[in-house]
């Protein structure tokens, strides 16, 4: 790749990301953001991959994500959450935090409170 052409792809992600950054309450499809940067979706979903390291679908989530926890600390409701941050329901604001955060966004609101934590210890190879 000669320096012309990544300083092109470099604008396009540029462009992708700021396209993603003000518009994740809406929760755009792939082919918008494609379009955002003038690519087709398959070249887009590989070239986001490459420079980002992260899927666009997994930027999205972690954005929607840290989005949502915001305001879960500023102590909405969870419904008021899930609306806030683009979701459709409830369930989708739930699996988002399984899936980035392997908490329950009520867990999250209340700070891991009630929380049991155990633990084992069991020989190894490694010591």
Known sequence: ???SQAAE????????LHFLETH??????????AAAANLSEYHFQRLFSR?????????????TKEYAKERLRASRSLLTATYDSGLTSPGRLHDLFITCEA?????????GEGVEIRYGIHPTPFG
């Open 9 to 16: 792809d470099y604008r396009r992600i540029e462009k992708a």
């Open 1 to 3: 790749m000669n320096f």
């Open 103 to 111: 908490v329950t966004p009520g867990e999250f609101k209340r700070a």
């Open 51 to 63: 420079w980002v390291g992260i899927s666009p679908k997994r930027f999205l989530q972690y954005l």
């Open 24 to 33: 994740f309450h809406r929760q755009p499809e792939l082919a918008e953001v």
